[in-house]
């Protein structure tokens, strides 16, 4: 992958979340039927559940101790979550098929520890691939069928609230691509229906969310800005502290009105000081750059968490607004100073990324707080 191409991807991305203004599915297309499991990766009827795995932690404590945190799902979760993966496809056609690879790993780490607070929802669908967004980049066309990845989306969608739903509340969570999939959902299916009511919170993170300026609204609904509040939407993309968004970069930069990208600081909202990162222990596409949470330190989980190392404050500039990354690192602390979450490219940091790889995981712990405090005053108002 050239430089080039590397930055002409962030700005596919950005198209993904631009208003549809390119649809090449001319053609009809077969739907997909969402009453059969093999169209889902995590669903409470599908025996084979990609979120039924291994959640275990290991607690990396500031003076270099180690406990192990046990993960349990919840037995019955009263709302359920419906997510939307990111672009993961490898697949040599525009439109991914609907066998899993990469999207099992994915639901691995962003989705599965949100059983801990809701039954989930998350199907497979026809994604823009990596191949596709290539060839907008060399091309300057877009062969992805974007309408057949729309249907997918909403059939899935439809098929929950008619078999599933039951006037059960429910959190919409979705990454980049997957994000971009959960503010048309909003758009064309949800805001100004019925399902706006069940909507607990929207959380479409790592893509631009722009705030109308108008209604002070992000996709429809009004930010998260109160422990418990219901009916909102958050949203962030994180970069370092030490490297704020460049000004050529994707990822929550202003819109051509002025606009500002929603920053919904997950920490704050969750009323913590810092992050409540669940971070891999493994480093997936690059087995010689092993995470190192603490000298010495051998992690056998799948995940570390490194308690109080990790804050963030939301912040705008001229251009951007974004999730300021700090890493709290101490000279007393035998803790690493740094973690991975760059974007690299021949070995260099591509900044106009940020920490997209894992704006997840940063905030994970918070968002799973958030959501049992928005269950509560949920359950309180039905």
Not at 80 to 89: E, Q
Not at 164 to 173: A, E, I, M, S
Not at 238 to 251: G, L, N, Y
Request: aromatic share 8%.
């Amino acid at each position: 992958m050239t430089r080039t191409l590397l930055t002409g991807l962030i700005a596919a991305i950005t198209f993904l979340g631009s208003a549809q203004a390119e649809v090449s599915g001319q053609d009809a297309f077969e739907r997909n039927d969402y009453t059969e499991m093999q169209n889902w990766l995590c669903h409470p009827g599908k025996s084979d559940d990609a979120c039924a795995v291994d959640l275990t932690t290991t607690i990396v404590e500031a003076n270099g101790a180690t406990t192990v945190e046990d993960f349990s799902a919840a037995e019955e979760p009263v709302i359920d979550c419906f997510y939307i993966y990111p672009t993961v496809s490898r697949d040599p056609t525009p439109n991914s098929d609907m066998v899993p690879g990469r999207e099992l790993i994915t639901v691995h780490q962003q989705f599965a520890r949100f059983s801990q607070v809701c039954r989930q929802f998350a199907p497979l669908y026809r994604q823009m691939t990596l191949l596709a967004l290539q060839a907008r980049i060399t091309l300057g066309t877009l062969p992805t069928d974007l309408e057949m990845r729309y249907a997918d989306i909403s059939d899935a969608w439809q098929n929950y609230l008619r078999d599933h739903n039951d006037g059960r509340g429910v959190v919409l969570v979705g990454h980049s691509q997957g994000a971009t999939m959960i503010n048309e959902l909003l758009e064309k299916d949800i805001i100004g229906t019925p399902a706006e009511d069940l909507i607990i919170s929207a959380m479409p993170i790592g893509i631009t969310t722009h705030i109308d300026a108008a209604t002070g609204k992000a996709a429809g609904l009004p930010p998260c800005e109160e422990a418990g509040q219901t009916g909102c939407i958050i949203s962030y993309v994180s970069f370092r502290e030490t490297s704020p968004p460049p000004a050529d970069s994707f990822f929550g930069f202003k819109s051509e009105a002025g606009e500002d990208a929603l920053c919904v600081n997950p920490a704050a909202l969750s009323g913590d000081e810092n992050l409540h990162a669940y971070l891999s222990a493994q480093n997936a596409t690059d087995p010689t750059r092993q995470p190192v949470f603490a000298e010495g330190v051998e992690i056998e989980t799948p995940f570390a968490s490194v308690p109080d190392l990790l804050s963030a404050t939301c912040q705008t500039t001229d251009t951007h607004s974004y999730l300021s990354i700090a890493i709290n690192a101490d000279a007393d602390d035998p803790r690493a100073d740094d973690i991975q979450g760059d974007l690299l490219f021949q070995g260099a940091v591509q900044k106009q990324w940020g920490l997209h790889l894992i704006d997840m995981h940063l905030g994970m712990g918070n968002l799973i707080k958030i959501v049992q405090e928005q269950t509560e005053n949920w359950e309180a108002t039905e």
